[in-house]
């Protein structure tokens, strides 16, 4: 099992909606990122959170909202979204911004699906 | 441009066979990761090494910073193993404090 949380597992969502998913640790980690991942290619960087600050944002469309309430939870807004944003978002988190010593540990991921 | 590549892309395997996946980068590092990724999504860090070589159970992973080439073992393959490895490399600071992912080895193990 996971040390991170994710929810929900799967969602489903039209173009007009807004949803949110949630990520969450207990670990007293200080870093948590969101990452997507499109079909058979690799993880692309979206957000890091750095002691429950915004320190990275990947170029992502304002149609995708990250906030990090406090230091173990992790949402990311979704507001007009597109069909090509269907993929599985994953969540991460490191005990500081993963390097040595930090290794990444993820949550099975949300796969979303706009229709 | 950072770069990190796998290979290779995709590898099938006869249970018990020894496996090999390969992982290049461009520039200096302070970490390199390896990741296991099954259907399904949930990914599993298995290694993170800045030297040397780590093993645990049946997975050897090794790095060599000079040639800046890692590998990850898996010996008497099992078709519990077949996922997708994912190499990610931590550059140096000055490069940006992110991962660069490789793009992945597709590992199927055939009983």
């Known amino acids: 099992d996971t040390e991170v949380t994710q929810t929900p597992k799967h969602l489903v969502m039209g173009m007009t909606n807004k949803k949110s998913l949630k990520c969450e640790q207990h670990?007293?980690?200080?870093?948590m990122y969101w990452y997507k991942q499109k079909a058979k290619k690799p993880p692309e960087l979206m957000f890091v959170?750095?002691?429950?600050?915004?320190?990275i944002n990947e170029s992502v469309p304002s149609r995708f909202s990250p906030e990090c309430p406090n230091s173990s939870l992790l949402n990311l807004h979704l507001h007009a979204l597109q069909p090509e944003d269907s993929a599985l978002y994953l969540c991460a988190s490191s005990q500081e911004t993963a390097g040595i010593g930090s290794p990444l540990h993820f949550g099975n991921g949300t796969r979303l699906t706009v229709t | 441009k950072n770069e990190v590549e796998q290979s290779p892309q995709n590898l099938t395997a006869q249970e018990g066979e020894f496996i090999t996946i390969n992982c290049s980068y461009s520039v200096g590092i302070s970490a390199l990761h390896w990741l296991q990724q099954h259907p399904g999504g949930g990914i599993v860090s298995l290694f993170m090494l800045s030297s040397g070589k780590k093993k645990h159970g049946r997975l050897i992973a090794t790095i060599n910073i000079q040639e800046k080439h890692s590998s990850l073992h898996i010996t008497a393959s099992h078709p519990r193993d077949s996922a997708v490895y994912i190499c990610?490399?931590?550059?140096?600071?000055?490069?940006?404090?992110?991962?660069?992912f490789g793009t992945g080895t597709s590992l199927t193990v055939i009983p």
């Open positions: 959170y750095s002691y429950e600050k915004l320190s």
């Open positions: 670990m007293g980690h200080r870093a």
């Open positions: 990610a490399v931590f550059f140096t600071p000055d490069t940006g404090n992110q991962f660069y």
